[in-house]
């Protein structure tokens, strides 16, 4: 299985967007569910929220609902994030990640393949 | 919030047996996965399903689950076992994922 291809490194300036790319390779996204994961500097992982493509329904973080928003283009098979009104506290690397749902009490998603990972730096 | 539990860190010596612990409320209705991740690396699954294991990761490693409390053992530490290991859940009220704060593997 071959890891999704991320978008290169940002610079941003406070205040402004950024929209981050996540390729499959090889393959379809149709068949999976699609997350987001941010790693600050030295920090652990944290989930921003994630995407079915098949029924184009998402799922976000509460830390992130009012600035994340998160798209699959099955034509491409390709998923996008976009973050908005960044501050230095966005400074981390963004990995996409591929997986599946499972249901228990409610849905469950694990991840078995992630990208390389994108890193974002805010600095004025 | 939901939260997930983990040590910050667990040490032990070659050859003997690491266990991971990751606590939660909602554990007992939940699947937890749990993922490795070396200094400057991509997380890799390691376990899911509370005890399934993916193709290619050795059988040294191994998942339980008591109540609410799921664990990772790693039989037989080696020195390419040394990591950061995630645990990872859902809540019951519609949140598919969640991270433990992640517990440092230190091989002696």
């Known amino acids: 299985q071959v890891p999704p291809v991320q978008s290169g490194p940002e610079v941003k300036k406070p205040g402004s967007s950024v929209k981050l790319s996540c390729k499959a390779s090889g393959g379809t996204l149709s068949d999976y569910v699609v997350a987001w994961v941010r790693q600050a500097p030295g920090q652990g992982l944290e989930w921003m929220g994630g995407i079915i493509p098949l029924y184009g329904s998402t799922s976000y973080a509460q830390n992130f609902q009012d600035r994340v928003t998160i798209t699959a283009d099955e034509s491409t098979a390709t998923s996008y994030l976009d973050l908005t009104s960044l501050t230095s506290d966005d400074t981390a690397v963004y990995y996409c990640?591929?997986?599946?749902?499972?249901?228990?009490?409610?849905?469950?998603?694990?991840?078995?393949?992630w990208g390389p990972g994108t890193l974002v730096t805010v600095a004025s | 919030s939901y939260e997930l539990t983990q040590p910050p860190s667990v040490s032990v010596s070659p050859g003997q047996t690491a266990t991971i612990t990751c606590s939660g409320d909602a554990l007992a209705k939940q699947y937890v996965s749990w993922y490795q991740q070396k200094p400057g690396q991509a997380p890799v699954l390691v376990m899911y399903k509370d005890t399934e294991r993916p193709s290619g990761i050795p059988e040294r490693f191994s998942g339980s689950s008591s109540g609410t409390t799921v664990s990772l053992t790693v039989s037989g530490v080696q020195a390419e076992d040394e990591a950061d290991y995630y645990c990872q859940s859902a809540d019951t009220i519609g949140t598919p994922v969640v991270f433990g704060g992640g517990t440092k593997l230190t091989v002696l």
């Open positions: 990640a591929r997986g599946v749902a499972l249901m228990a009490a409610t849905s469950v998603w694990y991840f078995d393949l």
